[in-house]
C-alpha cells in the first residue's frame, strides 16, 4: 500500500536514515520503517483495538473453512468431511428459488437503498430548521424509540393495527365499511416491509447526521449569510456540502452488509404472502438449512455475500473518488 | 447547530405550519403504539383479553407483569451484571476505538491505509459463532462477564466514522500542534478529543446501546445462570413462537403474554431513556465555533 | 429416529404441522416389546470421525436384535381412567397419601451436571432456590443445570456439542441433524443395561413404553433415556364450552362431518365484531378429516409414501380451503404470533384452536380464576365420506443422553434418571413438580396448588432429565381429565402411525428444509386462495425430485434392515 503523501513538510526535514534504512535510493525521504519508527506511538494506539480485533474476529473467521466442508459439529472443524463446492451448489445450479430469494434481494436492497436511506437525512435536515433547540430535541427523543423494539414486537403492532383483525379493519367493519387488506397482501408487502423499516429505524438514524451536522463550522453560515445567502441556499451551499461526506461515507459502508435485508422481519410474516415475494438470502438459508443445524450451506452463502459486499464497497469507493468524492478510505486533501 | 437567524427573514407561517402538522404526524406515529406498549404492560387481564392483545388505554393499573419480572430478585441482579457490562464495555470500546481510530486517521502514519482497509474488509466477513466461542475458550474467558465484553469490544463501523469525524477537523490545528512540538498522544487527548463530542457522543451511544441489548453472548458462554445479563434474563419470559403443545410451559400464575411482553420492553428501554438526554446536547450543538481561533 | 424433518421456531401457523413432524412412530403393535433392529444408519452414518467405513447393511445387521427395555406398567398408585403404554391414565385428584417408590437416594455423592432449556422464566439460582437444595438433599447428590432459554437452546446445545465441553446429563433435542451420529459420538451405551429385563432394577424407567424408547435407539444401540410426549402431543380442536354455551350450542357437541364444522364456525363467527371461530387454519386436522394418514406409511410390498403423495391430501386442501372461504377462520392467522392466537381464544375473541392435551391443560390453568371458562375437545370429522383418522402426536420431547465422558457410573444416572421418571402419584413425582408442602405449595383439599413462590423455584427443567408420561390431571376440577380421557378415547379408535419413526434417512436429516419448504409454502397459499389446487401434482412432483424419492427408497432400505416383521 502506497503512503498517501504526507502534508506536514516539518517531517520531511527529518535527517536521512542511517544503517537500518530499508530503501536503497532513501536519501532524502524516509523509509517505511523509518516512518514506523517515527510514529511508534501511533503503533501503540493501534495496537489494542488491532489485537482484539485479529483475536477474536480475523482468527475465527478461518472457521469458515467449513463452507467447504459437510460440518457436523461433534465431528469438529477437521473431522468433518471436506466436499468441495457442493455447499455452493445451490448459486451456481440455477436452482430457481434461490434465483427468486436473490431477486427479492436485491430489489429489496434497491428498493431500501433510494427509499429507506435518505429517510433519515432528510429528517435530520427538517429537524435541523428548527428553531426552537428545546423542540428539537424532544422530537427527537421520541423518534428514536421505535428502534429499541424487537422485530417481534414491531410485527405484532402492525398486525394488531392494520391486520385483518386488526384496530383499523374492526373499526371498518363495525361501520359496515369494509375491509383493507394490507398485512397479507402480497402487493403491498413490499411497501409494508420498508414502511416497517422506515418507522422503526429512522429516527435512531438521524443521530448519526445530526452529529454529522453538528460538526459543519458555524462560521460558514454566517459567512454564507453575509454574502446574502437566505436560508434554502445556505443549506444548498452549506448544510448539504458539509453532510455529503457522511452520506458517501455510510452509503459506502451499507452496501457492505446490503445484501442482509431485514431476516427476522421476513421471517416473521412469510407465512401470510408466500415465499414467492418474501424470501430472501437469509430467509432462504434459514428455511433450507439452518434450521436442522446445515451450517456449510449458511456459511457458504455468507461467505459469498461477504465477498459480494466487498465488491461493492470498493467498487462504490472507487466511484465516489471519480466523482473526487473522498469515499472511505482516500485520505482527504485539504 | 446555529440558528438560521443570520440576516434572513424567520420561516414563514405557511412554512412553520407545514411543519408542525409533519412533526405531529411523525410523532404520533411512533407514541401512539408506544402508548399501547406501556398501557399494554400495566392494563388488567380481562381488558387484555377483550382486545384481543393490545390495549391503547388501559381501564386501571395492574402491575402483575412487572411483578412477576421482578420478584425472585433474578432480573435484579441481572440488571447489576448488564450496568457493569454496559459502563465498562462502552469505556473501553470507546478508548480503544478512538485510539485506533485516530492513529489511522494521521495521513503521515504509513499503516494508515492499510490498517483501515484490514478493518473495513474484516467488517464484512462474519465468523461463524462455532469458531468464536472456541477462541472464547482458549483465552480463559468462558464463563467470565468479561466475555461479555471483549469479543466485541471493537466494532469496525464505529471506528472508520470515528476516522472519518477525526480527519474532519480542520488540519491547521492539528499541524500548528505539531509544529509546536506537540506529541501525537498531546493533539490525540488536547485537540482532537476535546473537538469530537459530537461523534464520540453517537458512538459512545452506539456501543452503550450494542452492550445493554446484548444477549446472545451471554447465551453462548455464560454457563452460570446468576451471571445472565438482564437481556438474556428477560428472553425466558417470553415464550417461544411455537405452539403451546411444543413447549411445556409452566403459564399457571403468569400474567398474559402481552402484558409480560410489553413489560419486558419497559423495563429494558427505560435506562436508556434516561441516559439519552444527556447524550443528546452533545450532537445537538455546534461544537466547533471558535475553535479555529483557538 | 428422528425423520431428522424441520422443528423449530417459526411462525406459528406452521407450528402445528411442526410438532407432526416430530411424530416418529412405527407401525407396530403397542405390546411388541421386542423389536428386530432399528435406527439403521444411511450412507452419510457415522461411525468414525473420518466418515463411515462400514457399509449400511453390515451396520444394519448389527442392528437386528436391539431389545427394547421391557414394559411393566407401574402398579403403585390407585387411577381413576387407566391407560397403557400409549394411552394416558387419568386422575380425578391427587393421592392422599403419595407412595414413596425409591428409598434410597439415586445420587453417588458427587455433583451431577446437566444442560437444558427452562420451561418458562429463569428460576433463582440455586443460592437463592430453597427447592433446589432441598431437591440436591433429595436425590443424594449435588445438581448444576446448565440453562438456556427455550427460543436459544438449540444454538447452545450445538455450540456445546462443538466445543466438547458436555456435562453428565445432555437434554438432545430429537430434531438435532444426524442425530445417530451424535448420540454415538458423544453418549454411553445404555444396552446393556436397560434392554430386556435389565431394565427391572430402574421400575419408573420400566413404566416408560417401547413406543418411547424407539426413539432412542442408534447404530446398534441404546443411547440414552427417553422423555415422553406421545399421546399428550394429540392435536385436537380445543373448544371454549362457555362461549359455545353462550351461543347456544352443545358445550360438547362433536361435528360428525366437516360441513356440520363449517356450520358450528359460522355460527360462532361474527366478523363485524371482530370474533372469528378459528385462531389458526387447523391443516392436519383437514388431513385427519380426510383420511391422510400420518406422516409416512408403508405399503405391504415395502415401499414408503409421505402423506403429501397420498391420494387424499387434494381433499384435505379443498376442506381447509372451504373453511377460509367460509370467512371462519381468523384473517390474521398466517401472520400472528402464537401468543397473538392464544390470547384470541383466552379472551373469546376465537372459540376455537387447534393444538394438545398439553395445550389444553395449559388453558385450563392460565384462566383458573375466570369465570365459566371451561375448554373442551373436538376429534375430526370425516369430510366427505372419508374415514377421519388421529395423528399420533411425536414421541418423545428430548432423549437425554449421559455423557460417554462422564466420571459418573451409568447405573447412578440411571438411578437419578428412574428417580425423575417417577409417575403421577409417587411421593418423588410430587416432590420434583410441585416441592415441599408450606413452601412450594399448598394443599387444597389433596390437591396441591403451587405458590407464587413455588412456580419460580420449581421452574429449573427437571422434566427434562426424565419423565414420566402425561397424565390427565387438574387440581380442584375432576370434569378436566374426565374430558380429556373422553377424548383420548375416541381417538384411540383410529390412530394412524409414523412408519418412519426409528427409522434414519440421510436425505431427510440433511435435506429436510429444502424439500419441506416449499411444500409447506404452497399448501399455505392453497389453503387461503391464493394458489390453485391444481397445482398440488406439480408441487409433489418436485417434491419427490428433490429428494423426497430417494427419503422414500432410503427409509425402506432401513426398515428391510431393521429386521421389523
Redesign the interface.
Known amino acids: ?8 513538510t ?2 520531511e526535514a527529518e535527517p536521512p536514515p542511517s544503517a537500518e534504512g530499508a530503501g536503497s535510493a532513501e536519501r532524502r525521504r524516509p523509509g ?1 520503517w523509518q ?2 519508527w517515527r ?1 511508534r ?3 501503540l ?2 495496537l ?3 489485537l ?2 485479529l ?10 473453512i ?1 463452507a467447504f466442508k459437510d460440518y ?6 477437521w ?1 468433518s ?1 471436506w466436499v468441495g463446492l457442493e455447499n455452493f451448489e445451490v448459486i451456481y445450479t440455477g436452482d430457481p ?1 434461490f434465483l427468486n430469494a436473490l431477486t427479492n434481494t436485491l430489489i429489496l436492497t434497491a428498493l431500501q437503498a433510494v427509499l429507506v436511506f435518505p429517510a433519515p437525512i432528510i ?1 435530520a435536515l ?1 429537524l ?4 426552537s ?1 428545546k423542540i ?2 424532544v ?8 428502534h ?3 422485530w ?2 414491531v ?3 402492525f ?3 392494520l ?5 383499523l ?2 373499526f371498518l ?2 361501520h ?1 365499511l369494509g ?1 383493507v387488506s394490507i ?2 397482501n ?1 402487493e403491498l408487502f413490499r411497501p409494508l416491509l420498508l414502511s416497517q423499516v422506515i ?1 422503526k429505524d429512522t ?1 435512531w438514524a438521524t ?2 447526521f ?10 460558514l ?2 459567512a ?3 454574502d446574502g445567502a ?2 434554502w441556499r ?1 443549506m444548498l451551499h452549506v448544510t448539504l456540502p458539509g453532510l455529503k ?2 452520506v458517501i ?2 452509503f459506502i ?1 451499507q452496501l ?2 446490503s445484501l442482509t435485508v431485514g431476516f427476522e422481519q421476513i ?6 404472502v ?3 415475494r418474501s424470501e430472501v438470502l437469509d430467509t432462504f438459508v434459514y ?9 456449510g450451506m449458511a ?1 457458504a452463502v ?2 459469498v455475500k ?1 465477498v459480494v ?2 465488491a461493492l ?1 470498493l467498487g462504490a469507493n472507487k466511484l465516489a473518488h471519480l466523482f473526487g468524492e ?1 469515499g ?2 482516500a ?2 486533501e ?1 | 447547530m446555529p440558528t438560521l437567524l443570520h440576516g434572513q427573514a424567520p420561516p414563514s407561517a405557511p412554512e412553520r405550519l407545514i411543519k408542525a402538522v409533519v412533526f405531529t404526524v411523525l410523532c404520533l406515529a411512533v407514541l401512539v403504539p408506544f402508548l399501547a406498549v406501556f398501557a399494554t404492560s400495566v392494563a388488567p387481564r380481562e381488558q387484555i383479553s377483550d382486545a384481543g392483545g393490545l390495549v391503547l388505554l388501559p381501564r386501571g393499573i395492574d402491575l402483575t407483569a412487572y411483578e412477576a419480572i421482578f420478584s425472585g430478585g433474578v432480573v435484579t441482579r441481572a440488571l447489576g451484571v448488564s450496568i457493569f457490562v454496559t459502563v465498562v464495555g462502552t469505556g473501553l470500546s470507546l478508548l480503544v476505538s478512538c485510539l485506533l481510530a485516530y492513529a489511522i486517521s494521521r495521513s503521515h502514519f504509513v499503516l494508515a491505509r492499510p490498517v483501515l482497509l484490514v478493518v473495513l474488509i474484516g467488517m464484512l466477513f462474519s465468523p461463524g459463532i462455532i469458531p468464536v466461542y472456541l477462541v472464547v475458550k482458549q483465552t480463559g474467558l468462558l464463563d467470565s462477564l468479561w466475555a461479555l465484553i471483549i469479543p466485541t469490544m471493537v466494532s469496525g463501523f464505529n471506528v472508520i466514522v470515528l476516522r472519518s469525524f477525526f480527519q474532519g477537523i480542520p488540519e491547521e490545528l492539528t499541524e500548528s500542534a505539531t509544529i509546536d512540538g506537540a506529541s501525537e498522544w498531546t493533539i490525540f487527548s488536547r485537540i482532537v478529543m476535546p473537538l469530537s463530542k459530537a461523534v464520540l457522543a453517537v458512538i459512545g451511544l452506539f456501543y452503550a446501546v450494542g452492550y445493554w441489548n446484548s444477549f446472545f453472548s451471554a447465551l453462548l458462554y455464560i454457563d452460570d445462570a446468576a451471571k445472565w445479563p438482564m437481556q438474556l434474563v428477560l428472553r425466558t419470559y417470553v415464550v417461544n413462537d411455537t405452539a403451546m403443545g411444543q413447549a411445556d410451559i409452566g403459564l399457571e400464575q403468569m400474567p398474559p403474554q402481552s402484558s409480560l411482553q410489553m413489560a419486558i420492553l419497559v423495563v429494558s428501554m427505560v435506562p436508556i431513556l434516561i441516559v439519552y438526554p444527556f447524550l443528546q446536547r452533545h450532537f445537538a450543538k455546534g461544537v466547533l465555533t471558535g475553535a479555529v481561533k483557538g | 429416529m428422528s425423520s431428522g424433518i424441520v422443528t423449530a421456531i417459526v411462525p406459528s401457523t406452521r407450528s402445528e404441522r411442526l410438532t407432526t413432524k416430530g411424530l416418529d412412530m412405527v407401525r407396530m403393535t403397542r405390546r411388541t416389546a421386542l423389536v428386530g433392529g432399528l435406527a439403521a444408519v444411511a450412507a452419510g452414518g457415522s461411525l468414525s470421525a473420518c466418515g463411515s467405513s462400514s457399509s449400511p447393511k453390515e451396520v444394519q445387521q448389527a442392528n437386528s436384535g436391539v431389545e427394547l427395555p421391557t414394559y411393566t406398567k407401574y402398579e403403585g398408585v390407585t387411577l381413576d381412567w387407566v391407560g397403557d403404554d400409549v394411552l394416558l391414565d387419568g386422575f380425578k385428584e391427587y393421592p392422599a397419601e403419595p407412595v414413596v417408590g425409591v428409598e434410597e437416594p439415586p445420587g453417588d455423592g458427587t455433583p451431577i451436571s446437566f444442560i437444558t432449556n427452562i420451561p418458562g422464566a429463569i428460576p433463582p439460582q440455586k443460592e437463592s432456590n430453597p427447592f433446589w437444595k432441598a431437591l440436591e438433599e433429595k436425590i443424594g447428590s449435588e445438581l448444576q443445570i446448565e440453562m438456556a432459554p427455550n427460543a436459544d437452546y438449540g444454538t447452545k446445545f450445538q455450540t456445546k456439542i462443538a466445543s466438547g465441553d458436555l456435562p453428565d446429563l445432555i437434554n438432545i433435542p430429537t430434531t438435532t441433524s444426524d442425530l445417530p451420529g451424535l448420540l454415538e459420538a458423544t453418549c454411553m451405551d445404555l444396552t446393556e443395561h436397560v434392554a430386556g429385563d435389565a431394565i427391572s432394577k430402574y421400575p419408573y424407567l420400566a413404566n416408560l413404553g417401547p413406543e418411547y424408547w424407539k426413539g432412542c435407539v442408534a447404530n446398534g444401540a441404546i443411547y440414552g433415556v427417553p422423555v415422553p410426549r406421545l399421546f399428550s402431543r394429540n392435536f385436537s380442536l380445543l373448544t371454549r364450552r362457555d362461549l359455545l354455551e353462550k351461543a347456544g350450542i352443545d358445550p360438547d357437541v362433536q361435528p360428525e362431518t366437516w360441513d356440520e364444522l363449517v356450520d358450528l364456525c359460522t355460527e360462532l363467527t361474527d366478523a363485524k365484531g371482530g370474533r372469528w371461530a378459528l385462531t389458526t387454519m387447523p391443516g392436519n386436522l383437514a388431513n385427519m378429516a380426510a383420511g391422510v394418514p400420518n406422516e409416512w406409511q408403508r405399503a405391504e410390498d415395502g415401499t414408503f409414501t409421505h402423506f403429501i403423495e397420498h391420494e387424499n391430501m387434494a381433499a384435505s386442501l379443498e376442506a381447509q380451503l372451504q373453511l377460509w372461504e367460509a370467512g371462519v377462520v381468523n384473517p390474521d392467522a398466517y401472520t400472528a404470533n402464537s401468543s397473538t392466537k392464544k390470547e384470541w381464544f383466552t379472551g373469546g375473541n376465537a372459540a376455537i384452536d387447534f393444538d394438545s392435551f398439553v395445550a389444553w391443560t395449559q388453558y385450563e390453568s392460565a384462566s383458573a380464576t375466570v369465570e365459566d371458562f371451561s375448554v373442551g375437545g373436538m376429534v375430526a370429522p370425516s369430510y366427505q365420506g372419508a374415514e377421519p383418522l388421529t395423528w399420533l402426536g411425536g414421541a418423545l420431547n428430548n432423549i437425554t443422553g449421559f455423557n460417554a465422558d462422564s466420571e459418573h457410573d451409568v447405573e447412578t444416572l440411571l438411578a437419578v434418571a428412574n428417580w425423575f421418571a417417577a409417575p403421577f402419584g409417587t411421593a418423588e413425582y410430587l416432590f420434583k413438580k410441585y416441592g415441599t408442602e408450606g413452601e412450594q405449595y399448598e394443599l387444597d383439599g389433596t390437591d396441591p396448588i403451587p405458590t407464587e413462590r413455588g412456580v419460580l423455584e420449581t421452574g429449573i427443567g427437571l422434566q427434562y432429565i426424565s419423565d414420566s408420561p402425561m397424565a390427565y390431571y387438574f387440581p380442584g376440577d375432576p370434569g378436566v381429565p374426565e374430558r380429556q380421557y373422553a377424548v383420548q378415547e375416541k381417538m384411540s379408535q383410529n390412530l394412524s402411525k409414523n412408519a418412519a419413526y426409528g427409522l434414519y434417512s440421510e436425505t431427510l436429516d440433511q435435506k429436510g428444509g429444502d424439500l419441506t419448504s416449499p411444500v409447506w409454502d404452497a399448501m399455505g397459499q392453497m389453503a387461503q386462495g391464493k394458489r390453485s389446487l391444481s397445482e398440488l401434482p406439480d408441487v409433489v412432483k418436485s417434491w419427490q425430485e428433490a429428494g423426497g424419492k430417494k427419503a422414500a427408497e432410503e427409509l425402506a432400505e432401513a426398515y428391510e434392515a431393521s429386521g421389523i416383521e
Do not use: C
Open positions: 500500500m502506497s503512503v498517501t503523501v504526507p502534508q506536514d516539518a517531517r517505511f516512518k514506523l510514529d506511538l501511533l503503533v494506539f493501534v489494542p483495538g488491532f482484539v480485533l483475536v477474536y474476529h480475523y482468527y475465527p473467521l478461518l472457521g469458515n467449513i457436523r459439529p461433534y465431528r469438529g472443524v473431522g468431511d428459488a429528517l427538517l435541523n430548521s428548527l428553531l433547540e428539537k430535541r422530537i427527537q427523543s421520541i423518534l428514536y424509540l421505535p429499541f423494539l424487537s417481534v414486537v410485527v405484532a403492532l398486525q394488531q393495527l391486520g385483518g383483525s386488526g384496530l379493519n374492526t367493519r363495525s359496515d375491509a398485512i397479507g402480497g418507522w429516527g443521530i448519526i445530526l452529529a454529522a451536522l453538528a460538526t459543519i463550522n458555524a462560521e453560515y454566517e454564507a449569510a453575509v437566505g436560508r445556505q461526506g457522511v461515507l455510510l459502508l457492505g452488509t421471517l416473521l410474516q412469510q407465512a401470510a408466500g415465499l414467492d428455511n433450507r438449512g439452518v434450521i436442522g443445524g446445515h451450517w456459511t455468507g461467505l461477504s459486499g466487498v464497497v473522498a472511505v478510505y485520505t482527504k485539504s
